[in-house]
């Protein structure tokens, strides 16, 4: 048993660091501020919407549903955000041979990795299930049970949502491991996974067009009871404790999770061996031809080389991207019943047609900030940052490079979902110019952004990947600055939407609202561009480890 938790202290040294506050290092205090801040933030907006939800089902008694919903929320999110986790946390590390060399069972070895995983997960489900239980508890009178099962149900609510993404890991490295663009397989893989998830989601968020918001949340409830085992469990045991029942909870669990290392651990070491291997190709050319190019597409082709070798980073930047075009064709197909439910809210019109555009407006301009790609791409250069340095290349160029190989990843989701919009819904011309210059124009501004970002908090050292681009200052950073904006900009724009609408009626002001949007975020990227240009060069320059 000794032997067991120095090996996990040991696995866990570098991973965990993030959460660390050391004296010694107060610039590193200072970064590890920045997640805590994010997580209250998170921790305090499940707080009043669990305060909303209680307050509906009071008067039907039904509060203990609160509960339930947060408890099937935290279970989406979680297989959703471990799906690409899992290929980091549990193949390809960078200690695999060190490990396997020792005379450790592969078993012993899984055990740690999942382990591993349970620890980021569990934090990651205290931020969404622990406001609601903390606010229930203020709400309703519960006994000293509640606070008993509510202990155990946060230390296990994460076991079967890892095993379910783990396992969806395991045939997805399995699979990618047999074919020759091992990297490209997995991330379409993932995003397939994770974008039926969020589809399966959103047809749950749709609530019809007679429904009122408690009529939702029992939808929503009745799901989750019937899809997601702790949710039933929690409730059952919230408004009823049975001791047979809670034991039961406790013993699938661990027995789920025992089942898995036994199983997986025989097939682990052998897809984790293959997914190392290196696949040689033997040409039938004899002669080799190397083509010039110039040095902008050159540097361009090396940043679009490393994000395909990078599967953590594709499906966590473009992400959001994705959602996008999945949400322009949900749009698409539920206008109908979307139309009629804000038509129900007692909005001044019958048709929601004039608000359109600015309605896709938003969601280029929100879906572009919410996906960074080069918030990374500094700090996953690590060791060979001094090999970039000596290339005889303006840094400028280098900087720039990676602004538009992170664009040139995002803009053929937007016009896929541009696309879509335009021929559904039958955008005027003016209309169109204007989408089209909003899907070139904020991505943009989001790259350069996170370029600034991670040249000011680079994370050089590290040893994983998934430790830069989940974990990094730089990377909280930039979603901090893409969440503030994007909360900003659904303010301001759908402030003046609601007043056209409500004031004037005409569809031609609010593109014109847009125009007007628009050439201040053009004039918002041309400032940046100006200081990434004057002080780029120096900002490099300091970059060492």
Request: charged letters at 15%; glycine letters at 4%.
């Amino acid at each position: 048993m000794k032997k067991m938790m120095s090996l996990i202290k040991a696995c866990l040294t570098d991973e965990m660091q993030l959460f660390k506050l050391k004296k010694k290092n107060q610039g590193r205090n200072a970064k590890s501020i920045v997640p805590i801040i994010l997580s209250l933030f998170l921790m305090l907006y499940v707080a009043m919407y669990s305060q909303i939800i209680i307050d509906a089902l009071k008067e039907s008694n039904q509060q203990s549903y609160v509960l339930s919903i947060f408890a099937f929320i935290t279970f989406i999110l979680t297989i959703s955000e471990g799906i690409y986790k899992s290929g980091s946390l549990i193949f390809n590390c960078k200690d695999d041979e060190l490990l396997h060399s020792l005379p450790i069972k592969s078993s012993t070895i899984l055990f740690i990795r999942i382990f591993k995983f349970y620890l980021f997960e569990f934090i990651f489900n205290l931020v969404f299930l622990l406001p609601a239980i903390i606010v229930y508890a203020l709400q309703a009178k519960v006994g000293i049970s509640y606070y008993f099962v509510s202990f155990f149900v946060l230390l296990l609510a994460p076991i079967i949502p890892i095993l379910i993404s783990s396992l969806i890991g395991v045939i997805a490295n399995a699979l990618s491991s047999k074919f020759k663009k091992k990297n490209i397989f997995q991330i379409i893989f993932s995003l397939a996974i994770i974008t039926v998830v969020f589809i399966y989601s959103m047809k749950l968020s749709y609530f019809g067009d007679d429904s009122g918001f408690v009529d939702f949340i029992l939808s929503i409830n009745k799901y989750a009871m019937k899809c997601c085992y702790t949710s039933n469990v929690f409730v059952d045991l919230t408004e009823s404790f049975n001791l047979l029942k809670f034991f039961i909870y406790i013993l699938i669990n661990f027995a789920l999770f025992g089942l898995f290392i036994i199983l997986m651990s025989k097939v682990y070491y052998k897809v984790n061996s293959k997914l190392k291997e290196n696949v040689v190709i033997k040409s039938k050319k004899s002669e080799y031809h190397i083509e010039n190019s110039s040095v902008t597409k050159a540097l361009i082709k090396k940043e679009f080389n490393m994000f395909i070798n990078t599967p953590v980073l594709v499906v966590n930047s473009i992400f959001g991207i994705v959602l996008y075009v999945v949400g322009v064709v949900f749009l698409c197909i539920k206008y109908d019943g979307i139309s009629n439910v804000i038509v129900y809210d007692n909005l001044p019109f019958k048709d929601i047609g004039i608000l359109l555009p600015m309605i896709v407006y938003t969601f280029i301009v929100i879906s572009s900030l919410m996906s960074s790609v080069s918030s990374s791409l500094i700090s996953l250069e690590g060791k060979k940052i001094n090999v970039v340095k000596s290339i005889p290349v303006d840094s400028y160029k280098i900087i720039m490079a990676k602004v538009y190989a992170s664009f040139l990843v995002l803009i053929p989701f937007l016009l896929i979902g541009d696309l879509i919009v335009f021929i559904r819904f039958r955008f005027n011309i003016f209309e169109i110019l204007l989408c089209l210059a909003a899907s070139v124009v904020f991505p943009l501004i989001a790259e350069i952004i996170g370029i600034i970002v991670n040249l000011k908090y680079p994370k050089l050292d590290w040893a994983s990947e998934a430790e830069v681009v989940k974990q990094s200052t730089s990377s909280l950073v930039a979603v901090l600055i893409s969440m503030f904006a994007s909360v900003l900009i659904l303010g301001i724009n759908g402030g003046i939407t609601i007043a056209i609408a409500f004031f004037v009626g005409e569809r031609l002001l609010i593109d014109l609202a847009i125009l007007v949007l628009l050439m201040i975020g053009i004039g918002i990227y041309l400032l940046l561009f100006l200081l990434v240009k004057k002080r780029g060069n120096k900002w490099f320059s300091k970059l060492n480890i």
